[in-house]
Structure formats: structure tokens, C-alpha cells
């Protein structure tokens, strides 16, 4: 079985103060560091248990500048087998279809039984990139998975999530698409001995020439206007005291708002 995982290196914001920079369309990432996508991670566990279980091959992908070798290489270390960087001024000005068509171009030239992607990416939220790879390979598709179970070498059966906290169990032909969500799996941390190995495994690079890309293709459909922090228009007021204090406080804070 040959597994493609999409990663995205991305801004760890989780303890940091986001400041938005003087452009109002970016974020100031000076004191940042860069990791893989938290869903992401998940998708290459699966991607490596699958390999475990029944053999076959793990390429990763990413697009961005060569600092993006720090998660393929890091995923490398946990056992993937190949890794490719898709670097241009292009893919790293556009938005969502330009990214996916990039992934297309470059999935398309090799061979795959499943590619697997985060469900969503912590930085923008999209959740586009594996629906429109889907779409533009003319594969199945399905988001949110929360299992993935192979019954042969043309069918998986899945598990996803669905409104409500709903669970969907079904079967999926191969190749196909998989949006993998966070929790299905514990992600490994790489050994030291898989780290020394990293180096030494393949880490292709390709610009939008060698993957033969018509730069008006992927021009962006969508544009960025403005990247601002919400204005703190309300605020919660807690009431205290007895059911009965409780009551006739809410009572009044409630004709006073009415008017009465």
C-alpha cells in the first residue's frame, strides 16, 4: 500500500499573543515557532500504522520554503520513506486552490492507494485542501475520519464524524482521500535512531516549472482584506447569592433592560 500524507508547517500560537503586523493581513510570527499542523500528525501516525499492519510506502508532502524541511525530516523520523517540498513565490502567495492544485500536480505524478490529510489546519481553518484534492483527482473522498480499517486492496471502511457528535461507519473504494481527525490515534515521538536515518532518506524539491504549472491556473480565487482581533462589544455578568437572591436580581437586571 503506497500512503501520500499532506503536512503543513505551521505557527504555534497556542501560548503566544497573536499581534496582527502593520500589512493587516498576516500575523507577527517574530517570536514564533513553526511545527506541523496538530492534525497532521494524526494523519501520519495512521499513515504509518497502516504500513506497519500491511507494508507498502509513506511520502510526505508539504509546500513552503526550505524551513519546511523540519517537519519532513521530523516526520521522516517516525518512519515515512520519502518526502517532497513544494517550494515557489506562487504557492506560498496563494490561497487554498492554489496549494491544492500545487498537491495535485505533484500527487499526480506518483503512485498512491491513499492520500490522507488533517481534517483542518490550525493557522487558517479551511478544512478545503483534502475535499479538493478529492475532487480534482477524481477520487472518493470523506472528512473527519476517526478509523480507518483496510478490508482489501480497493476497500477501506471508515469511521467519521458528523454534526451533533453523530458517528457515520462506511465503506470507501481505494484511491481515495482521507480528512483524518485529531484523537484517532497517539501520535509517536521519533527515536534517535530514526532521526539519524532522516537524513539519509530521499527529500525531493520542485518549483511550479518542473511540475509544469501555468502560473495563471493557480492564480488565487480568493483574496485577504483585512486580519483584525474582535472588538469587545458584551460582557457576562455573573449573579450570586441564594435561589431567591438569584431570581429577584435577574428579575431586575431584566426589566432594566426592557425598559420597565
Known amino acids: 500500500m503506497d500512503i501520500i500524507v499532506c503536512l503543513k508547517m505551521v505557527p504555534d500560537t497556542s501560548e503566544t499573543e497573536v499581534r496582527v503586523d502593520s500589512t493587516g493581513k498576516n500575523i507577527l510570527k517574530v517570536r514564533l515557532i513553526n511545527t ?32 519546511v524541511d523540519e517537519v519532513l525530516k521530523m516526520g521522516l523520523a517516525k518512519g515515512a520513506d520519502r518526502a517532497i517540498r513544494l517550494t515557489d513565490g506562487l504557492f506560498e502567495t496563494g490561497d487554498a486552490w492554489t496549494r491544492t492544485y500545487a498537491l495535485y500536480q505533484a500527487i499526480s505524478k506518483n503512485k498512491f492507494d491513499l492520500i490522507l490529510t488533517g481534517c483542518i489546519a490550525s493557522d487558517d481553518g479551511n478544512s478545503q485542501i483534502g475535499p479538493s484534492l478529492a475532487a480534482l483527482l477524481n477520487i472518493p ?9 483496510m478490508l482489501d486492496n480497493t476497500k477501506a471502511k471508515i469511521d467519521r464524524e458528523l454534526e451533533g457528535g453523530i458517528l457515520e461507519r462506511k465503506e470507501i473504494s481505494l484511491p481515495a ?16 535512531i530514526g ?9 525531493d524539491v520542485f518549483d511550479a ?26 460582557k457576562a455578568q455573573f449573579i450570586s447569592g441564594s435561589d431567591d437572591e438569584i431570581s429577584e436580581k ?8 426592557a425598559g420597565l
Open 36 to 67: 506541523t499542523n496538530e492534525a497532521d500528525n494524526y494523519a501520519l501516525e495512521t499513515a504509518l500504522l497502516l504500513k506497519e499492519k500491511h507494508g507498502g510506502t509513506v511520502t510526505l508532502i508539504s509546500l513552503g520554503a526550505q524551513n
Open 141 to 149: 473522498s470523506a472528512a473527519y475520519v476517526t478509523k480507518v480499517e
Open 195 to 203: 532521526i539519524k536515518r532522516a537524513g539519509s532518506k530521499p527529500l
Open 250 to 257: 435577574l428579575a431586575t437586571l431584566i426589566r432594566e433592560k
Open 177 to 192: 482521500v482521507l480528512t483524518i481527525q485529531t484523537g484517532i490515534n497517539t501520535p509517536r515521538y521519533p527515536s534517535i
Open 209 to 234: 516549472a518542473k511540475l509544469n504549472i501555468d502560473p495563471k491556473i493557480i492564480e488565487s480565487l480568493t483574496e485577504l482584506q483585512q486580519m483584525y482581533n474582535p472588538k469587545v462589544e458584551a
